[in-house]
């Protein structure tokens, strides 16, 4: 990780001061799967703005990249996200582009995983969006896309470490807009 | 992340199924769709559905003009409801 966030970060220590006095109470709570009531009192970051990058380029020009928050990994490839800890897991996993998507697997226990196991598209479009290239609606797809296990407790180091890494790596393969499939 | 990519300089849009929870993370721009937690594009198999949501996603990337902006996307859940944690998820389920 050596890419360094350039989203306004100011959020960040309140953020964690509140995590950190909301946390001991909340622990126990999903250990006993009590999602509602641990969340009820989870400290949402204090977000001030809306980050605004202009479209500059028309679709059928554009290199799309994607990221999914469906846990979704190459088993043989790389290991698994840690679907089973309580404050999440706020690593990725860089997928080819060129991946079958049905071959993925998905390490994720906070969605039924019925309509993507039948059908990965569902929550990672690939075969579309090649669908959508072939007939020149987009002009291309970028050479790898992402995956990250969208429970994660820790939004301080999804902004500090994870996010930041993906950015800047979509950035130097050429995307001209992203899809996020939050799943 | 959305936030994150933007700052780069890379326009996105997001797919939500929960407007209460993408609202609280300010995305840019973002396209709601009425598919049951863990579907965001529609039913397996579905491939026209599927190709319309994302053609539909991509086009608001141009068409929404103001940071916040979102479509309402009118595709329903053709399918079964889903059974998830002792509930059962159809349209417009999220949790």
Known sequence: ?183 | MQREIEAWGIPTISLSNNPGATGRVMPPRWAHVRFPRGSMLGEPGNHDKQMAVLRDTLAALASIATPGGHVELPYRWEASPIPWRGKSLSEGSNS
């Open chain 1, 1 to 183: 990780m050596t890419a360094r966030a350039k989203v306004d970060g100011r959020w960040i220590a309140d953020f964690r001061s509140r995590y950190d006095a909301w946390w001991p109470g909340a622990a126990p709570l999903i250990d006993k799967h009590d999602y509602a009531s641990a969340f009820k009192t989870y400290p949402w970051p204090a977000f001030t703005e809306t980050l605004w990058a202009p479209v500059t380029k028309p679709l059928g020009a554009s290199r799309i990249g994607v990221v999914t928050t469906g846990g979704l990994y190459r088993a043989g490839h790389d290991g698994p996200f840690d679907g089973k800890a309580p404050d999440g897991d706020w690593s990725f996993r860089a997928i080819p582009a060129e991946t079958p998507i049905q071959t993925l697997a998905i390490s994720h226990e906070h969605f039924p995983h019925e309509t993507a196991q039948a059908d990965m598209n569902t929550i990672f479009p690939l075969d579309r969006l090649r669908e959508l290239e072939a007939g020149g609606e987009i002009g291309g797809l970028t050479s790898t896309h992402y995956s990250l296990m969208g429970y994660c407790t820790r939004a301080a180091d999804v902004a500090e470490a994870m996010a930041p890494e993906i950015a800047s790596r979509l950035k130097a393969e050429g995307a001209d807009a992203v899809l996020v499939v939050p799943v």
